[in-house]
């Protein structure tokens, strides 16, 4: 019995922690680029659009339709014919039944249109949905590649901040722990035993919530990737070299080329289909020329033997040309196609207004992207000074030599040193991923 109980303890504990995945920055983009949920979408949507593109070539296309009618009267219809055409007397009429009770027919009908405007215009339409799809996938595909770097390197700092508000806490215990003890013996002050737990409780409350905080942002790292929250997932890049390294942007303004930023693409397909919108009421105008061939067959009998071989069918065949000319709408058309060409002319200042507004942001990401570099640079001395500070204070105060008031200045001005690090890193990756979809 121990030994079941054991296993199934084992068991659960293995599913309960899932899959690992480990991953290096590198690897976690690749891999949220195969198994992300939206860019999957985003990839069906390139083949509905392929498939809309045919299915409007298709409707240019011979179009062939087969029809098979079988009727079987059970009382043959009544027709009353005159008897005065036959010289009977005026008034009078003879009823009869004309026909046989079974009836098949079949016919064949092929048409093939000529000249259809709005066709034309359907067909231009199904390509700019084509190139719109082909964009948004390429938009999810930079969403997904900065988001991967934006959580990879959040959660990669978290981590950090975890490990650093530990050692924290660990320091801060310490020096709670002889403080306490040199109160208990009588040389020092309760004040002072006060002011070193307040600071205690304050890193404490921190790393809970750095700790917390880390965990939602690595599930939001997993759902991005496309992992199972319950599975883990270990990230191999460290962050040091993470901002060394890759953290590198040397582009300027001058090297923006606005056709090629994903919005503006965008934004110059919704103008193109306002456009082509546009030229669609105008079409509407225009006249439809389809030919048509048809050909058909009637077989008539008293008992069903249309498939033996003495069956007598009687065939017809026809040829033409069909024209439909929109003559008068009550000045509908007129009225649709105007208001379709304001909403092309809008897509228009839209596109134009988008281009700018995209060049303006890139000016002031680059901008912010160098103040981050500085603050980055800054924050790290700070942090770096604020440790040995807080380390000098630390020892000075069990000398003697400063105030409780003192090192809990020290400690705090620590404290917000390592967060102000943790932020400017978080900040200048982010502004740096922004970019790179910027200029993509």
Do not use: C
């Amino acid at each position: 019995m121990k030994k079941i109980l054991l296993f199934i303890a084992f068991t659960s504990y293995g599913f309960s922690q899932g899959e690992i995945t480990s991953l290096s920055i590198d690897e976690a983009i690749e891999y949220g680029i195969k198994n992300n949920r939206n860019l999957l979408n985003a990839e069906r949507e390139i083949l509905m659009a392929y498939n809309q593109k045919w299915a409007t070539i298709a409707t240019g296309l011979p179009q062939i339709k087969a029809n098979l009618d079988y009727s079987n009267y059970i009382e043959l219809p009544t027709s009353l014919i005159p008897l005065e055409k036959f010289g009977g007397p005026p008034g009078e009429f003879s009823e009869v039944q004309f026909g046989l009770e079974q009836t098949a027919f079949g016919s064949m009908r092929m048409e093939q249109q000529i000249f259809d405007g709005s066709w034309i215009v359907g067909l231009q339409a199904t390509q700019v949905y084509l190139e719109t799809s082909k964009n948004f996938y390429e938009k999810t595909l930079l969403e997904v590649k900065e988001g991967v770097i934006k959580l990879y390197s959040l959660v990669s700092i978290l981590k950090e901040g975890v490990s650093l508000l530990k050692n924290n806490v660990e320091n801060f215990k310490k020096d709670y722990y002889e403080i306490s003890e040199l109160y208990n013996n009588g040389f020092e002050e309760i004040e002072n035993v006060e002011q070193i737990k307040i600071t205690l409780a304050q890193s404490e409350f921190l790393l809970k919530q750095t700790e917390k905080t880390y965990d939602n942002q690595k599930d939001l790292l997993k759902l991005i990737l496309g992992i199972k929250i319950e599975d883990q997932l270990v990230l191999t890049t460290d962050v040091e070299k993470f901002i060394s390294g890759d953290i590198v942007f040397n582009k300027s303004i001058v090297d923006f080329i606005p056709d090629n930023n994903i919005e503006i693409k965008i934004s110059k397909n919704a103008f193109e289909t306002k456009k082509l919108e546009y030229k669609f009421e105008q079409s509407k105008r225009l006249p439809k020329i389809t030919g048509f061939y048809s050909n058909s067959f009637t077989g008539y009998n008293d008992d069903f033997k249309f498939l033996q071989s003495d069956q007598k069918w009687f065939g017809s065949s026809v040829f033409g040309i069909n024209l439909k000319v929109p003559i008068f709408s009550s000045l509908g058309l007129r009225a649709s196609s105007q208001k379709a060409k304001y909403a092309m002319d809008n897509a228009e200042t839209s596109y134009v207004d988008h281009k700018e507004r995209v060049r303006a942001l890139v000016k002031q990401k680059l901008n912010d992207y160098l103040l981050a570099l500085d603050s980055y640079n800054i924050d790290r001395e700070n942090m770096m000074l604020s440790i040995s500070i807080e380390e000098k204070n630390s020892i000075k105060f069990f000398e003697g030599m400063v105030s409780s008031f003192e090192l809990r200045q020290a400690q705090n001005q620590l404290l917000n040193a390592q967060q102000k690090y943790l932020n400017s890193v978080i900040n200048i990756i982010s502004i740096y991923a922004e970019l790179e979809t910027l200029f993509n």
